[in-house]
């Protein structure tokens, strides 16, 4: 079981706009720690999507977005596409495990 | 550009030993807090554990479940983390990543940046 909790999987129609949830508790993403996002396609590392909850690194497009409210953090995607088809993970710091951690994973299936 | 490149991997039996490598280049590695980061076949991505630079004190920080049996080491003058995997179970099975962030100090709710391409590890009989 993660600490941060995501839906195991969405979907959405090319075009569409879909959101991820992660959600965490005070003691993670309610504690004001910062959260990331991951992209990671069949067979390859993680890449870093978004970072510091709502920033993006160069390159990513803008379609991808990120916002936190309360104990819960979300990814939302635009103008779907089918290379968005992936595995998404939320990640931050536990200060009750002293440790770095991810939710458990979303699969987007783009239809 | 920065480049981490993993080895060591492989098959180990239950109770046996493997340690990993994780060569860096393009960046100032002695710098670097790098960290480890596992993902079981099928599975989602486990942090593992990070090594502060020498600068910062070189201290070692650990995942409940891998506390007291792995061990991240590093060599400056090589450019290499590395991951002692002591007292091995088929629960270990995984891809091993390293990874690190942009800006040399890791803090741990802080993005990593880069990753390798793992290395599989499989613990069986």
């Known amino acids: 079981q993660s600490v941060l909790t995501q839906p195991p999987s969405v979907s959405g129609a090319p075009g569409q706009r879909v959101t991820i949830s992660c959600t965490g508790s005070?003691?993670?993403?309610?504690?004001?720690?910062?959260v990331q996002w991951y992209q990671q396609l069949p067979g390859t590392a993680p890449k870093l999507l978004i970072y510091?909850?709502?920033n993006r690194p160069s390159g990513v497009p803008d379609r991808f977005s990120g916002s936190k409210s309360g104990t819960s953090a979300s990814l939302a995607i635009t103008g779907l596409q089918a290379e968005d088809e992936a595995d998404y993970y939320c990640q931050s710091y536990d200060s009750s495990l002293s440790g770095s951690v991810f939710g458990g994973g979303t699969k987007l299936t783009v239809l | 550009e920065v480049q981490l490149v993993e080895s060591g991997g492989g098959l180990v039996k239950p109770g046996g030993s493997l340690r990993l490598s994780c060569a860096a280049s393009g960046f100032t590695f002695s710098n670097a807090w790098m960290t480890w980061v596992r993902q079981a076949p099928g599975k989602g991505l486990e942090w593992v554990g990070r090594?502060?630079?020498?600068?910062?004190?070189?201290?070692?920080d650990y995942a409940a479940p891998v506390k007291g049996k792995f061990s991240i080491s590093r060599d400056d003058s090589k450019n290499t983390l590395y991951l002692q995997m002591n007292s091995l179970k088929t629960e270990d099975t995984a891809v091993y990543y390293c990874a690190t962030c942009a800006h040399g100090v890791c803090y741990m709710d802080k993005p990593f940046d880069y990753w390798g391409q793992g290395t599989l590890v499989t613990v069986s009989s």
């Open positions: 005070s003691s993670n993403i309610g504690a004001g720690y910062d």
């Open positions: 510091g909850v709502s």
């Open positions: 090594i502060k630079s020498k600068a910062d004190g070189g201290t070692t």
